[in-house]
């Protein structure tokens, strides 16, 4: 059986020759051999879907706003530090936290 490969623009409606390809495809029956194997339940259950992944991965480089109250001097030295001081900030307080020596306090 011969492998054919198409490039599909997903942001354009497909064509007839397209759509019959999809349907012809859909009705070719399966064909397992070692580079394809029939997987067990188990197997499959192992499979996780791409889209909940990336969802997990947005989730873990999301940021949250939040109000936080510093003094006139840590603000002039903060901002001095220039554009994007901000995320310094941030990773200087990430650091702080992961480090047990500073918050015991």
Known sequence: MATIKKTIDITSKLTKEQLKMLKEAENT???YDEDNPLLTKEELAKFSRVSERIQKERESKRKEN???RLSPNTVRKAKSLGKGY????AQ???DALNDPDLIKG
């Open 92 to 94: 200087i307080i990430e």
């Open 86 to 89: 901000t995320k310094i900030l």
């Open 29 to 31: 029956p399966y064909s």
């Open 66 to 68: 939040v109000t936080l």
